[in-house]
T-cell receptor
């Protein structure tokens, strides 16, 4: 298994729909997990941290499943402005960025 | 605050040329790092620094040098540019070193093409 793996997409989703994607990681000793958002030709920016009990920030919900070694991001009521690439970040003894999942919200 | 700034935004080099990518931050962050981002490869760590005077290698350090003489600045030097170094380079900073994770703030990137 690769250290951090994401489905590259693209996910093409109609506006208003709910979309979810996962990120798997190989190091069971990983300690911290995050989702970053990267717009086209821009720098990555932190979207949210992922806590063991799961956490929500508005329309975004992040969850961690340590047993199966994956994190997930759920976006409800998707907006056109959600179109971006979503990078998962896993910290164990080093920080590893996933290659990203591209999301296109369709009008 | 300007955050993390990078110059230049775009650069074209010929094989064998050297140059320095500049990175500066005004947030008094101890930790700074350089990444390259290539299509299908994600972000890969080149070099990082946990404070002034301290640097270390990341995942892909070959062909690059760094120095950290001040807290604010973390330049990346390409010694002899090669086409394989064509990429987008991001500088990032955060409050603490890698013992715990704090949000990394990224600069806008430098798009480098080596012919």
């Amino acid at each position: 298994r690769k250290e951090v793996e994401q489905d590259p997409g693209p996910f093409n989703v109609p506006e208003g729909a709910t979309v979810a994607f996962n990120c798997t990681y190989s190091n069971s000793a990983s300690q911290s997990f995050f989702w970053y958002r990267q717009d086209c030709r821009k720098e990555p920016k932190l979207l949210m941290s992922v806590y063991s009990s799961g956490n929500e920030d508005g329309r975004f919900t992040a969850q961690l499943n340590r047993a199966s070694q994956y994190i997930s991001l759920l976006i409800r009521d998707s907006k056109l402005s959600d179109s971006a690439t979503y990078l998962c970040v896993v910290k164990g003894d080093k920080i590893i960025f996933g290659k990203g999942t591209r999301l296109h919200i369709l009008p | 605050n300007a955050g993390v700034t990078q110059t230049p935004k775009f650069q074209v080099l010929k094989t064998g040329q050297s140059m320095t990518l500049q990175c500066a931050q005004d947030m008094n962050h101890e930790y700074m790092s350089w990444y390259r981002q290539d299509p299908g490869m994600g972000l890969r760590l080149i070099h990082y620094s946990v404070g002034a005077g301290i640097t270390d290698q990341g995942e892909v350090p070959n062909g690059y040098n760094v120095s950290r003489s001040t807290t604010e600045d973390f330049p990346l030097r390409l010694l002899s540019a090669a086409p394989s170094q064509t990429s987008v380079y991001f500088c990032a900073s955060s409050k603490r070193g890698q013992s715990s994770y704090n949000e990394q703030f990224f600069g806008p990137g430098t798009r480098l093409t080596v012919l």
